[in-house]
């Protein structure tokens, strides 16, 4: 039957390098907790993430045997998996990482995403939660509804959360006061070198 469900992306690669560059991909999300990569392969890797960290809350023989059999530094990995990674998201039943979209990093413009993981000290939403705050009590105005449902999906499994939530709002409050002197303007890269002209 044509145009049946497909399983994954190829990643226009063949099945061997798609496997190391998954592998590689969830390695460094799992030793870094963030990764900024392009739209496509965060959600590949996603799914792999989600598998690995499961194998992780279970830490048993057999979940540590596929562990150790799918990542490049098993023993690094399976260490922070089955310690503090199991220990933020023992609660958890699921939706351990996040893809948020960015705008195209590249000149190609290939649609860019951060693939990161939840509850942690690089958990995106969180942090940009508490900008909103910070930004609306600076103006003087009320929580609107659409905040407060995402002030609800940071605290919900984070332990001390709202602690950790008012500290960050004190923190963009006083980098507000300070306003932007010393901030560096961060220049893109160019990923193709130019050309120099034949004559």
């Not at 460094?28 to 990764?35: A, C, G, K, T």
């Not at 958990?123 to 659409?146: P, Q, V, Y």
Request: overall charge positive.
């Amino acid at each position: 039957m044509a145009g049946g469900l497909v399983k994954h992306r190829a990643l226009q690669r063949k099945s061997s390098h798609r496997r190391a560059l998954l592998r590689n991909l969830v390695g460094s999300l799992i030793e870094h907790e963030s990764i900024s990569t392009t739209w496509p392969k965060a959600k590949e890797a996603q799914k792999l993430a989600e598998k690995m960290i499961t194998h992780g809350k279970k830490a048993t023989e057999a979940s540590r045997r596929e562990t150790l059999k799918f990542f490049f530094k098993p023993q690094e990995m399976w260490a922070k998996l089955s310690g503090p990674l199991r220990q933020r998201y023992m609660d958890r039943p699921g939706g351990y990482t996040r893809v948020l979209r960015i705008e195209p990093m590249k000149e190609d413009q290939a649609p860019s995403a951060i693939l990161e993981l939840v509850d942690g000290p690089k958990d995106m939403r969180f942090a940009l939660t508490a900008k909103t705050i910070a930004n609306l009590r600076e103006r003087g105005h009320e929580i609107n509804d659409m905040t407060a449902a995402n002030i609800q999906k940071v605290t919900r499994f984070r332990p001390d959360a709202e602690n950790d939530l008012e500290r960050m709002i004190a923190q963009f409050e006083r980098l507000a006061d300070e306003g932007d002197e010393g901030v560096t303007e961060i220049e893109k890269k160019k990923v193709y070198p130019m050309q120099q002209k034949s004559r």
